[in-house]
């Protein structure tokens, strides 16, 4: 647990919530993320932050994931926010827990030292799906994350 801001090389990660799923976002090559605009919110086409590639530019080269991927020994921040109602991000191994409270955007960084692939689950009653809320963290080696991100982008 940290007191203290992340570093400023963390390694910046959206993470969003919602009935009943996690979604994960990276900055592109240009290193910046696009506008989240509720409105354009449509799970149907795969656009889980309501991106607007067309009139945002940096939303252009952004990368979303079912799963939130990571390079080992690098520390990470979460930038987390809920859709929905109150959710909770839980990684067993890693010993790290926290609550997603919609209409606040919350932080937590954490540093994975081994490389595994493990649990994410929803800890907070979320409605009727919620035994089924569960997502996977991969910590990856830094070569095997930069070959991922690389595919995800083209």
């Known amino acids: ?32 993320f696009g506008a989240i605009h509720p409105e354009k919110i449509d799970e149907g086409n795969s656009n889980f932050f309501g991106l607007d590639p067309e009139n945002d530019i940096p939303a252009r080269d952004d990368i979303t994931s079912g799963e939130l991927v990571i390079p080992v020994n690098k520390e990470i921040h979460l930038m987390m926010h809920a859709k929905d109602v109150g959710h909770s991000f839980y990684v067993r191994e890693l010993r790290i827990q926290q609550d997603f409270v919609p209409g606040l955007d919350l932080s937590l960084h954490f540093t994975a030292t081994k490389v595994g692939k493990y649990e994410i689950v929803c800890t907070q009653l979320c409605g009727l799906g919620h035994y089924n809320m569960r997502g996977y963290l991969n910590v990856m080696s830094q070569d095997d994350f930069d070959k991922w991100l690389k595919s995800q982008s083209s």
């Open 1 to 32: 647990m940290y007191f203290q801001p992340a570093a400023a090389d963390a390694l910046p990660i959206q993470v969003q919530a919602g009935q009943f799923a996690f979604y994960f976002r990276y900055a592109g090559p240009d290193g910046k």
